[in-house]
């Protein structure tokens, strides 16, 4: 079942207004058409209201609920922190309203899955999370190479994930459940395959990673058709912002990420530039998720990354989780897919 089509511009809430969802809210107020925000919800009043300032006609909440409850709304983007992802998505849910939710769907496998279940009791797909590598041009171009076989089978994939710095609060965990879920997810898209392990190495942490932190860390996925993935995380590389991929084939690689823009030659060097960070690197990405997602939501559709891909995202972090704290090897515990989402 598909849900209602909208035929004016989309009425969209915006929950949480830090840096994602206040630049989602520049976004559908200035570069995506179809859509307006109607409504933001954040728990800082201040913040929300400098937000509402903004925008035309939209009105600032402190409570999610409310925001969701306003007459003008007919979708959602969700950009609140992970573990306030599954209240607003029950609430959103029982209301039959379309979501956009920025990835983690929920910070761990037991509430992804009870997000799922509440959405297929609705009896149709309404949310979306927020996996925009999917709508970057490079990736979407190696997915393209992959499908169309020329390279033939995909035997590994070599993920580079650095950020420049992390945040005081960032955790180990943080480094596979906040940072590596954007490998998880782009390796399951890639390959079309599931995660079922995941094993965690740690080399001796750089001397600019924070106290407590190992930094970097090298992660290891197996599929269920018989891939490898590997992943270098790297949260305080300082140099800049990367993400990179190689896809080893029976025929041929190919790779993405290299930031191959203007090339300048000075001064007996050459180079080029590197991101910041990921609002650079992905901006783009970002701008088409959102149109892509307004679009399908105007026709009552929903194209992009299903519950059903922040659910196996969870599980394969809470597996690797376990085998970081651990050391060891840890299997991916997946429900059986249900029918909603094949
Ligand atoms: P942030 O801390 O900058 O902003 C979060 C905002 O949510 C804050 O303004 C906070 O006051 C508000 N908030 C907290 N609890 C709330 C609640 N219960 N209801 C409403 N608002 C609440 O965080 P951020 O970096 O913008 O991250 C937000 C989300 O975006 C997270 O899920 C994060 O993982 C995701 N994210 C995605 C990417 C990406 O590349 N796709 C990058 C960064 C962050
Ligand atoms: C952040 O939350 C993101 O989602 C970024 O894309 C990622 O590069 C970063 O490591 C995360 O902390």
Request: aromatic share 6%.
């Amino acid at each position: 079942m598909t849900q209602r089509a909208v035929r004016g511009p989309l009425g969209v809430a915006v929950i949480g207004t830090g840096r994602m969802g206040a630049d989602h809210v520049r976004r559908i107020d200035r570069v995506v058409s179809g859509a307006r925000v109607t409504a933001v919800a954040d728990v800082d009043a201040e913040r929300v209201k400098a937000v509402a300032d903004r925008v035309d006609g939209c009105t600032p909440y402190t409570d999610p609920a409310a925001a969701l409850a306003a007459p003008d709304v007919d979708a959602v983007v969700v950009a609140s922190p992970g573990p306030a992802h599954e209240a607003v998505l029950s609430a959103a849910l029982a209301r039959g309203l379309p979501v956009l939710c920025e990835k983690p769907l929920t910070p761990d496998a037991a509430s992804a899955l009870r997000v799922m279940e509440a959405e297929q009791r609705t009896g149709r797909r309404l949310v979306q999370v927020g996996f925009m590598r999917r709508y970057d041009r490079e990736y979407l171009d190696l997915k393209a190479l992959l499908d169309g076989g020329s390279l033939g089978r995909p035997l590994m994939l070599h993920h580079r994930h650095r950020n420049a710095d992390s945040p005081p609060w960032f955790t180990n965990e943080m480094l596979v459940n906040d940072s590596v879920v954007h490998e998880m997810d782009i390796t399951r898209w890639l390959l079309g395959q599931e995660i079922t392990a995941v094993t965690v190495l740690r080399p001796r942490p750089s001397g600019n990673a924070p106290g407590g932190l190992d930094d970097p860390q090298f992660v290891v996925f197996e599929t269920d058709g018989g891939a490898l993935a590997d992943v270098e995380i790297y949260v305080n590389c300082r140099f800049g912002y990367q993400v990179q991929a190689e896809a080893v084939c029976e025929n041929g690689t190919a790779r993405v990420g290299d930031a191959s823009g203007m090339r300048v030659d000075t001064a007996g060097r050459w180079g080029g530039g590197i991101a910041a960070g990921f609002m650079e690197r992905f901006e783009a990405a970002y701008d088409r998720q959102v149109q892509a997602w307004v679009d399908a939501t105007r026709r009552g559709e929903v194209t992009g990354p299903s519950c059903w891909d922040g659910y196996a995202a969870a599980a394969v972090c809470e597996a690797g989780v376990r085998a970081q704290a651990e050391g060891r090897r840890v299997e991916v515990e997946l429900a059986p897919r249900p029918a909603l989402y094949r």
